[in-house]
């Protein structure tokens, strides 16, 4: 069965320093990947999205960006986080293409001070 | 860019009442997804339509997609305890996954 592991699941971070937010999938192959962040008690903005290795689609401007180094790991990172970056974020991936559901993983919750 | 708007972004409801939450998005859509979270959860996939007037059921949730693909509603009947949550759509189009805001659903006991 398909499993998507994300973490770390918590982190509190000052204004300015860097961020690495992991996601790995197992038990699929190709997977679409996303990026999404929610503020609290707001909706869903995608951030990223990949269909393949290398492939990055970015939806918002910002001092955030993506990877994807294999076909079922995808990072988020910053160089330099603004106390505006702080939110829960989401990994998912899907199978298929144009359709099929969305399967989540926990969620990483970022605090910037 | 696509937006997909959904409204009331807040509803509180005595139990046993009914719900009903509405999106519209500014493009036409694949699909439209509906998906619930719970307080402190993430997103969990509800259903999928795909098909122009699409309706389906759920125990007591009826899905619609509009006629051109451009809005979807969801209904809870006789809403419950277990019901509370943030119900979002997310609005489909080629790789893109748009969630609208949510809607936010507060029971009354």
């Known amino acids: 069965s398909q499993t998507i592991h994300q973490w770390p699941a918590t982190l509190v971070q000052p204004v300015g320093s860097p961020l690495s937010l992991e996601c790995t999938v197992e038990?699929?192959?190709?997977?679409?990947l996303y990026w999404y962040r929610q503020a609290a008690g707001r909706g869903l903005q995608l951030l990223f999205y990949?269909?393949?290795?290398?492939?990055i689609s970015s939806e918002v401007p910002q001092n955030l960006s993506a990877s994807r180094p294999q076909d079922r790991q995808f990072i988020l990172s910053s160089k330099k986080l603004l106390l505006s970056d702080s939110g829960f974020y989401l990994c998912?991936?899907?199978?298929?293409?144009?359709?099929?559901?969305?399967?989540f993983g926990e969620g990483s919750r970022l605090t910037v001070l | 860019g696509q937006q997909v708007m959904q409204i009331p972004q807040y509803q509180h409801v005595q139990e046993g009442e009914d719900f009903t939450t509405y999106c519209n998005s500014s493009?036409?859509?694949?699909?439209i997804q509906w998906y619930k979270q719970r307080p402190g959860g993430h997103p969990v996939f509800l259903i999928q339509?795909?098909?122009?007037?699409e309706v389906k059921k759920q125990k007591r949730l009826t899905f619609q997609f509009g006629e051109a693909k451009k809005n979807s509603s969801l209904h809870i009947t006789a809403t419950q305890t277990t019901d509370v949550g943030t119900y979002f759509c997310?609005?489909?189009?080629?790789?893109?996954?748009?969630f609208g805001k949510g809607t936010r659903l507060h029971i009354l006991p």
């Open positions: 998912a991936w899907r199978g298929g293409r144009n359709t099929g559901e969305l399967f």
């Open positions: 038990g699929t192959s190709n997977p679409n």
């Open positions: 990949s269909v393949g290795i290398g492939q």
């Open positions: 493009t036409t859509l694949s699909n």
């Open positions: 339509l795909v098909k122009s007037g």
């Open positions: 997310a609005g489909n189009r080629d790789d893109k996954i748009i």
